[in-house]
């Protein structure tokens, strides 16, 4: 069960129109990295995770990109609020509008509708995990192109929490994925002797073409 508070989790107040910022903006809400994409990820991905801590990280984490795409949501409708027709027209957002009007709807910057193809489960916790850890990563780069097209200082700030909050998922995704990298790392015998007469007698025994023997390893 989820405990709604209703609150958001970094306080938004834009008081000046932008369009275009709106157009850009949601591709952080249903665009390839973005953070419907997020939650959806790591909600689906908890339920094979190796243990509780593992479960219980990726719940935390999916629950609050949920509340990050209730921040984005809040960021775009304040942004295109009592925006005219004329206006809409020339933030080329018409097509939105004959579709959506002013509503909200999950797309990237180009308009492209947002896809479940974006993210994967594959039971794996590493290769999960190394896929959430190259989502947070991705996810901060956006953020920071995303400031880069605003001098706005009420967009800006929340935008500068949200890109905070991608590198501390990060640190934690690399935390919980070293852990199970230890746990399961199969024992090493150091006192084999893996020399290139070694190897080279190994290979001997294979029965391999000469173009593959010829190899340098």
Do not use: C
């Not at 797309?107 to 993210?119: I, K």
């Not at 002797?193 to 340098?216: A, C, H, K, T, W």
Request: no cysteine; net charge negative; charged share 30%.
């Amino acid at each position: 069960m989820f405990s709604y508070k209703k609150m958001l989790q970094y306080p938004i107040n834009i008081k000046k129109k932008d369009l275009r910022m709106a157009k850009y903006l949601v591709t952080q809400y249903g665009g390839a990295n973005g953070e419907l994409g997020a939650a959806l990820r790591y909600l689906n991905q908890r339920f094979t995770m190796p243990d509780d801590r593992g479960k219980a990280l990726l719940t935390d984490i999916g629950t609050e990109e949920l509340g990050h795409v209730e921040m984005l949501e809040t960021m775009i409708y304040q942004l295109m609020k009592d925006a005219t027709l004329e206006e809409i027209k020339d933030a080329g957002l018409d097509a939105h509008y004959a579709e959506h009007a002013k509503a909200l709807f999950p797309t990237d910057a180009n308009g492209v509708p947002f896809t479940t193809t974006y993210f994967a489960t594959t039971g794996d916790a590493l290769a999960d995990l190394s896929e959430d850890m190259a989502a947070e990563q991705k996810a901060r780069a956006v953020y920071e192109n995303l400031i880069d097209l605003t001098d706005d200082p009420d967009v800006i700030a929340p935008l500068l929490w949200l890109r905070q909050r991608e590198i501390v998922h990060y640190a934690r995704f690399k935390e919980l994925f070293e852990y199970y990298q230890n746990k399961d790392k199969p024992k090493v015998d150091t006192n084999v002797n893996y020399s290139d007469e070694f190897m080279e007698g190994f290979f001997q025994q294979l029965p391999v073409n000469d173009l593959i023997m010829n190899r340098r390893f």
